[in-house]
DNA sequence: ACCGCCCGTTGCATCATACGCAACGGGTTG
DNA sequence: CAACCCGTTGCGTATGATGCAACGGGCGGT
């Protein structure tokens, strides 16, 4: 492990966060500064961080545009976006796009509703979610063969979020027989007490189920049965990805 | 500068481009596997890149993460979205948002029209434009104080792309003239010559310009003319979005 | 089935780089 | 005007980054 990229990770992330002075990177980093300087020096070369006029360190274009490279050469992503967007417009709940990716399930799309612009949801691009106290997680986790669920599960620190959590292994199992069940799986406040959310698999071309598509509600906006009365949009609207995808959806459900 | 931290992002940026293996990652570093292979575990559990089943290495989650935590917490961006996704659909061309960060213009949105998808566009959400050979960076540059404008031309070398770049500093400010004069810019096939594009200025609480919203168009799909056509709600849009952050638009144009 | 080759990986000794220190100039505040 | 703090740079040194050798595993050819 290499200590120094290690450091310059650390400021890039603070960067990221809030405006970050030499002698505050420095600081948290707990090293000289003008050992912090030089890290500095080179993330601002590579563009991954910026210094402003305040001689402030923020994060960089350089990232945003490597960000922007990976998103865009995402297929799922890209047949995606027309669908959720229009979900987005007809139901007006926010919309997310969540995929395994590797032993993490990320949201890599998500579609805001103006409603929320006065309370944020948690939920970001990138950021991976919850594998057994989200809507989508637990419709991906559902679909995947019995090996790879045990090896994602192994990982796993069961924690009871809130009281609607499936906090052990039984109880979500019975829940991923459930959504197996039914086609879709439902986030009744288990992360979050105040976000609802269903959820609706959407499979490759071989059929296998490699993501999810959500829509979200908070409970002053809409309750867990309005967002339910859209449901049927949800699912149609993740067949109508996968067809992109290359599955035959006329296979049936 | 760091040696070490330079390789890290030197690996960051090829790993975005395409997968790469440890023995790539060697070679192109210079230098032997086993330091390339703990620069790699360094970013690895930074989530900076993430290891694939076949053992290549390719961008992770956490620079997606970074990145869209920067867009999204860019209050121009925030308050353009909706404006320019309702040009988008009103005018059928692609719009795009490009803002002065430090020394450079920055594309920080996008909204693709769907003609495009045989063809892309080569701009890029993080990218930097041309600030002479651009109807976003021309606009800009039109309205900023004379000594910041010459400081971000004293770093240009000119160089003409196609026939109807402006190559030097004497055309390219009488264009910049026109363009105070007109209220809006043109990019005619200046830095790509397939590439159309109009740009209208962007004013921040102070009524200073600094961000400018265009759409473009390709020849094939529809001519300059066709672009102009929608130019009166391309204006509007900017005008609507300096009223979002607070510049008085009743003071006229 | 076996062998050779290449890949990824790790422990360890070595050396080159990252590091901290001292000194500096500049800006801000009292 | 003085004191303080910031950012910065040159340089000697200590340490962390480095390469090497050895290893196990997978793959392809015979």
């Not at 967007?85 to 997310?96: A, D, F, N, P, Y």
């Not at 691009?125 to 997680?137: L, M, Q």
Request: hydrophobic share 40%; glycine share 6%.
């Amino acid at each position: 492990m290499s200590q120094s990229v290690r450091r310059a990770v650390d400021l890039i992330r603070r960067a990221a966060e809030h405006p970050l002075s030499l002698t505050e990177a420095a600081e948290v980093l707990g090293v000289h500064k003008s050992t912090a300087l030089r890290i500095l020096q080179t993330l601002e070369s590579a563009r991954f961080v910026r210094r402003t006029g305040a001689g402030t360190y923020v994060l960089g274009s350089g990232i945003i545009e490597l960000s922007e490279l990976a998103l865009g050469s995402m297929d799922l992503r890209q047949f995606a976006a027309a669908p959720l967007r229009t979900l987005q417009r007809k139901t007006g709940h926010t919309v997310h796009l969540a995929q395994l990716t590797g032993d993490e399930i990320i949201y890599i799309d998500k579609v805001d509703s103006p409603a929320f612009d006065a309370v944020k949801l948690p939920s970001r691009i990138g950021r991976a979610v919850s594998i057994y106290a989200s809507a989508v997680g637990k419709t991906i986790l559902a679909y995947l063969p019995t090996a790879e669920r045990d090896r994602l599960l192994s990982h796993v620190v069961f924690e009871r979020f809130t009281p609607t959590t499936c906090a052990d292994r039984e109880s979500l199992d019975a829940e991923l027989v459930r959504i197996r069940e039914q086609g879709w799986a439902v986030d009744n406040g288990e992360h979050d007490t105040y976000v609802m959310c269903v959820a609706a698999p959407i499979r490759d071309s071989r059929g296998r189920v490699i993501a999810a598509a959500s829509m979200t509600a908070i409970e002053v906006i809409a309750s867990l049965d309005q967002l339910k009365e859209s449901l049927p949009l949800l699912l149609d609207t993740a067949i109508q990805i996968s067809g992109e995808l290359g599955y035959d959806t006329s296979e049936g459900d």
